[in-house]
């Protein structure tokens, strides 16, 4: 009996059979990852020209402005979010306002930069200042967040080299992280860090009783907004409040009559101590004033560090749960 003829056969039949297993495999795999896609889409960035794209799956979240920008060559910007969108696409920001054109979007600012007794600019009113976004780079972007990682020079004309050139005073060094949309509400996180380059720097905020400093945000104001606070509705004034950690605005940001709203977290310990709020019913910016008016140093072996996080959610206040937010955010080191 010739044995090869029958091996042959045979061998060819379970070449068939192990390839037809191996493909009902791949395809149950890529069923398997079809269904985990459908099921968390992918946090991503896009690199532009000017900026990043932050995304979550298909859908735009928010613009990193990286390059400076002005009108009409007046009130150069760059560093700064622009849009920001919520959680049904509404642009919620506004850049280059008309009653106020230096405000911007989610940004962080002082008016006061001292140098021993010169000064080097005003951030806040963007005079004489430039951010430089030395570095920008992709620190993650998987199923839970997308974050950049920007390294960033402050730079005055009013402080330059021997060649007259801007010459660097600060060191900015800035993490943006935006989670996917989860339960009605999108967490953004900023992790910033500012450290001296040069000896006897100071940072401070307007040089009246407000105080205006730090970290701010430029949202477009509902007809009616209401301000909400650890202790319950807050009613905006000329100075600063002291109504605790965190303050959510909401109103109908839509064409609609749905309400949500759009709160601002601080971090405990970064900076440290009682946190006061400049905040305005209408065309102003609203912000987590840090250090306020009297300017505070900034030193080269020990930089200074803020966070904050921003809070998109869909409802009112209540149901977005800020006391459990505020605690998990303050579990972070």
Same mark, same amino acid.
């Given at each position: 009996m010739d044995l090869s003829r029958i091996i042959r056969p045979v061998t060819w039949i379970l070449a068939i059979l192990l390839l037809m297993a191996a493909t009902t495999e791949v395809r149950a795999d890529r069923k398997r990852l079809l269904r985990r896609s459908s099921r968390r889409p992918h946090m991503s960035l896009v690199a532009s020209q000017d900026?990043?794209?932050?995304?979550?799956? +298909?859908? =735009?979240?928010?613009?990193? *402005? =990286?390059?400076?920008?002005? *009108?009409?060559? %007046?009130?150069? =910007?760059?560093?700064?979010?622009? #849009?920001?969108? /919520?959680?049904? @696409? +509404?642009?919620?920001?506004?850049?280059? #306002?008309? /009653?106020? #054109?230096?405000? =911007? @979007?989610?940004y962080w600012a002082w008016h006061q930069i001292f140098a021993g007794q010169q000064r080097l600019g005003d951030a806040w009113v963007a005079s004489d200042f430039i951010a430089?976004?030395? *570095?920008? %780079?992709?620190? *993650?972007? /998987?199923?839970?967040?997308?974050?950049l990682h920007v390294e960033v020079h402050w730079k005055s004309p009013l402080w330059t080299d021997k060649d007259k050139q801007p010459r660097p005073f600060l060191k900015e060094t800035t993490i943006i992280r935006t989670h996917r949309a989860v339960d009605n509400r999108r967490l953004i996180d900023f992790d910033i860090q500012l450290q001296a380059l040069v000896p006897d720097l100071h940072l401070g905020g307007s040089e009246n009783a407000k105080g205006y400093s730090g970290f701010s945000a430029r949202i477009?104001? #509902?007809?009616?907004?209401v301000f909400n606070a650890e202790q319950g509705p807050v009613q905006p004034q000329t100075t600063g409040l002291a109504v605790g950690p965190w303050v959510d605005m909401v109103g109908a940001y839509g064409k609609g009559d749905a309400i949500s709203g759009i709160g601002i977290l601080c971090h405990p310990k970064y900076p440290p101590g009682k946190q006061l709020w400049i905040l305005r019913s209408k065309s102003s910016m609203q912000n987590a004033a840090y250090p306020g008016q009297h300017a505070q140093p900034v030193l080269m072996n020990k930089p200074w560090h803020l966070k904050y996080r921003l809070v998109l959610h869909r409802g009112d206040t209540a149901g977005a749960n800020f006391s459990r937010l505020h605690t998990e955010f303050s579990a972070q080191p």
């Open positions: 900026g990043y794209w932050f995304y979550d799956g +298909n859908t =735009r979240v928010m613009f990193y *402005q =990286r390059t400076e920008k002005s *009108q009409d060559g %007046k009130w150069p =910007r760059s560093n700064y979010i622009h #849009p920001l969108y /919520d959680l049904d @696409g +509404n642009e919620v920001t506004e850049d280059f #306002p008309a /009653d106020h #054109p230096h405000h =911007r @979007g989610i430089d976004v030395v *570095q920008a %780079k992709i620190i *993650q972007a /998987d199923g839970e967040a997308a974050a477009k104001h #509902p007809e009616e907004t």
